[in-house]
């Protein structure tokens, strides 16, 4: 699977935005993608996942109630629809495919830039 995250850009706190990511492969619809962010100076965190089948997702305490992850198999996409965007928030996003052998990400996209202004 290769994955391209976009819907990155510049947003005032306060705001929203929603960021894709495309995967290629035919085993997308299978496999439980998840959004992780890296601020400057800090390690990569998680932010969210869905299982395969969009009936199960799971965020981060401090996304929880104002992020959103959904996709669409058919088009093999996830998204990440973020409101109330805040400044602690402004990270480089990348989405990333688990996997259920090694029970780990083992496939991660080029990422998006989301800076949140105060």
């Known amino acids: 699977v290769q994955l391209q995250a976009s819907g990155g850009g510049l947003v005032q706190a306060g705001g929203s935005l929603r960021l894709s990511c495309a995967a290629s492969g035919r085993t997308f619809s299978s496999r439980t993608m998840g959004w992780f962010r890296q601020a400057p100076g800090k390690e990569r965190e998680f932010v969210a996942r869905?299982?395969?089948?969009?009936?199960?997702?799971y965020y981060a305490d401090s996304v929880k109630g104002r992020f959103t992850i959904s996709r669409d198999n058919a088009k093999n996409t996830v998204y990440l629809q973020m409101n109330s965007l805040k400044p602690e928030d402004t990270a480089i996003y990348y989405c990333?495919?688990?996997?259920?052998?090694?029970?780990?990400?083992?496939?991660w996209g080029q990422g998006t830039l989301v800076t949140v202004s105060s």
């Open positions: 990333a495919v688990y996997n259920d052998l090694n029970l780990k990400y083992d496939c």
């Open positions: 869905i299982r395969w089948n969009g009936g199960s997702t």
